[in-house]
Structure formats: C-alpha cells, structure tokens
C-alpha cells in the first residue's frame, strides 16, 4: 500500500515536471519568435538608412551638377500624401 502511494506521488511529480519542461521549450519559442521579430525590425532600420544614404549621396550629386547658386533657387516640398520629399527647381 505504502509502495504504491510513492509511485503515484513520483507519477505526479514526474508529471508537473514534464509540465514545467513543456512551459520552458513553450518560453524558447516565444523567445525564438522575439529574436525574429528584432531582427526584421533591424534590417528594416538597415535598409531605411542606406535609402537616406543614397538620397543624401543624390543630393550631393545635384549640388555638384548644378552649382551651388542654383541650389539656392531650389526647395524640398512634400505634396499630398507623398511619403517622400521630392526637389521642386523654381
């Protein structure tokens, strides 16, 4: 009788740990997904940047093709839902 309440007590021990181990690999997954999440959200920033890099490179490039005083003459406008600006000559 005695022998037989210790092996259901080690079965449910044995199963809270299988329990614990099932929260533990579920908490790996979720950290897994976290760690996929930042890295997307850093090649974004990456990619984000080196499009400022090329913009600013391009306008670089214009200052140089067209001389400083026709820079002064020109201006960046925004128009409408445009989500980048765009160099408007007047």
Not at 5 to 26: A, S
Not at 29 to 41: E, G, K, S
Not at 55 to 82: H, I
Request: net charge positive; charged share 15%; proline share 2%.
């Amino acid at each position: 009788m005695i022998v037989k309440l210790l092996l259901m007590n080690m079965l449910v021990i044995l199963q809270h740990q299988m329990e614990w181990i099932m929260l533990l690999m579920n908490m790996l997954v979720i950290l897994q997904h976290q760690m996929d999440w930042i890295m997307l959200l850093l090649h974004i920033v990456e990619m984000r940047r080196m499009a400022m890099r090329l913009r600013y490179g391009t306008q670089m490039n214009m200052e140089a093709w067209l001389g400083p005083m026709k820079m002064k003459n020109m201006k960046m406008v925004r128009e409408g839902g445009a989500s980048f600006p765009y160099t408007l000559i007047s």
